[in-house]
């Protein structure tokens, strides 16, 4: 008897049906399993014959052939365990066919029987409704995370025996009801009043929020540094419930979604050590996996003690940083992850950390100093569009008990400067695309996974001041004779490169979004230039 049950497996960010056929035949009692399995796949047979046999059912001594359909697609985890275990049930005549029609089906078993944790259940659970399953069963403990899709009706699963039973209509698994972002709790991020000083790197960070730029920061050790960039997700625009599945999809492909938290509602904040590979930052793998850019993404990328990063490690983000995602490639194919995260860096000014230091002599020579600086490159440099000095925090402002601004009132004037510039795009986004084929809203965005394009916005695909191109920095970034004049010295005196040209216009445009200003007035400028970099040329 031949028995078809559906599963699905996942390539870079998606889901992809996988239909497992079981077929039952003469000869000896043997399980093969074909359709380009990798080892843990393999190992199934083993796992599903013990679960079986302890969940109190009957594995039939016959000759068992698995076929994981299409075979082009390469199958790997454990998560067929289950699929496989009910193909061989119904195969055996032991549950009728029709138990699973329009079902998806995925979850790894235990040798008791029961069902074990199954990473990307999230894109698994969005591929089934859009193929137009009405109904998927998942272990009991990704239920939560299955259930942040809509229209789908989400099976809790915690062991062989109670689906065996819930098939057989011996028992009923009760659905798991749909899960909205309100009724998730909101976990407490680092606090902007909580730290003492630092009111210009403060400032720094709000512009760097506002207009989605990259960030330096150089000072003596204790100073404050990793403080302020853990603080600074909690003044970025809060998550759209698109933007949070987006995210909450590559952390449950990644299998790296924190302990009862089905949902990612704050913005990542990811901070690797120094010793991470080039691979573990921008993702790799024989099969492919997303990194720490990936991870971060429409987050943070804190990279503390930046000059201690390999040199290959950090020029890999180059391109990355400009596109906003990753391709990886592989003799197989290549695989393309998202990668939209602002970049946080960290740096002492010296070995010693204390060049420059008022109080404290640093006690390294004057080469030293430059070879240290010299270990991140120009074109990575260029990259960054605010460079800001962390000075010691006096101890005045140390020992005073007055709380500074909350990182909600800042967070409100990010989210205000965000507003103007998707207002701005937006209306250029519908502009361009007047006249052209019309948009089906209702079929965009077929996934609640997938970043939704609401009619008219967004379509020139900027979203914030850094991703402007040089067509929007001609349109939006007009400078008057005052302005032209300061930016002409500027070229001259600093030697900008036509990128750096660009960056500085972008973060002046930020700096009067920020204060409702229409246009660049000659003190946005003149703020923008003081973020330039002083001792790291």
């Known amino acids: 008897m031949l028995a078809k049950v559906h599963s699905c497996a996942v390539i870079g960010l998606e889901g992809v049906i996988v239909e497992v056929e079981v077929d039952t035949g003469q000869g000896l009692p043997y399980m093969v399993i074909v359709g380009l399995p990798d080892a843990a796949v393999q190992e199934s047979r083993e796992r599903v014959q013990t679960a079986i046999k302890n969940a109190g059912l009957f594995f039939p001594r016959q ?41 998806l089906v995925v979850g790894e ?83 902007f009043r909580e730290i003492k000083g630092q009111e210009h790197v403060k400032r720094a960070l709000e512009v760097a929020a506002a207009g989605g730029h990259n960030m330096l920061m150089v000072g003596p050790p204790g100073a404050g540094k990793t403080l302020l960039a853990r603080a600074m997700p909690g003044i970025l625009p809060r998550m759209s419930i698109d933007e949070a599945l987006d995210v909450t999809r590559i952390y449950s492909v990644a299998d790296q979604l924190p302990p009862d938290t089905p949902l990612i509602q704050n913005r990542p904040f990811r901070s690797p050590h120094h010793t991470i590979s080039h691979a573990g930052l921008v993702g790799g793998g024989n099969q492919p996996h997303p990194g720490e850019i990936s991870l971060a993404h429409r987050g943070v990328l804190f990279l503390d003690e930046l000059p201690e990063f390999g040199m290959r490690v950090l020029e890999v983000m180059r391109q990355p940083m400009e596109d906003k995602v990753v391709t990886i490639s592989r003799a197989q194919g290549s695989l393309t992850f998202p990668a939209n995260f602002q970049l946080i860096g960290a740096m002492n000014p010296c070995p010693c950390g204390y060049y420059g230091d008022p109080v404290k002599a640093c006690t390294c020579s004057s080469g030293t100093v430059t070879k240290y600086q010299k270990r991140i490159s120009g074109p990575l440099l260029d990259r960054i569009d605010i460079h800001i000095e962390v000075p010691r925090v006096a101890y005045d402002k140390l020992s005073d008990q007055r709380l500074g601004e909350p990182s909600a009132a800042i967070q409100a004037r990010v989210e205000a400067a965000r507003q103007r510039q998707r207002d701005r795009f937006g209306a250029v986004g519908a502009k361009q695309h007047a006249g052209g084929d019309p948009v089906d809203h209702d079929h965009a965005s077929p996934n609640h996974d997938q970043p939704a394009t609401p009619p008219g916005a967004n379509i020139s695909s900027v979203q914030c001041n850094a991703d402007m191109r040089p067509a929007e920095v001609r349109k939006f970034c007009d400078l008057d004779d005052t302005g032209r004049s300061l930016m002409k010295t500027a070229m001259s005196q600093l030697q900008l490169s036509a990128r750096a040209y660009h960056r500085l216009l972008k973060l002046a445009r930020t700096i009067a979004d920020l204060a409702g200003s229409e246009t660049i007035q000659p003190s946005h400028l003149a703020e923008a230039l003081q973020y330039r970099p002083k001792h790291l040329m």
């Open 63 to 103: 000759r068992l052939t698995v076929n994981l359909a299409p075979a082009s697609v390469r199958k790997e985890g454990p998560a067929y365990d289950l699929p496989i275990a009910l193909g061989v049930l119904i195969a055996a005549g032991q549950l009728p066919y029709e138990c699973v029609e329009g079902t």
């Open 109 to 191: 078993l235990s040798l008791d029987g029961s069902v074990r944790h199954t990473r990307g259940v999230l894109p698994m659970a969005a591929v089934a409704r859009q193929e137009g399953y009405t109904r998927i069963f998942v272990p009991e403990v990704d239920a939560a995370e299955a259930a942040l899709i809509p229209g789908l009706e989400v099976i809790p699963v915690p062991s062989l025996a109670d689906l065996y039973a819930h098939l057989a209509g011996e028992a009923t698994l009760a659905p798991r009801p749909p899960l909205t972002p309100d009724d998730l709790p909101v976990i407490t991020q680092t606090d």
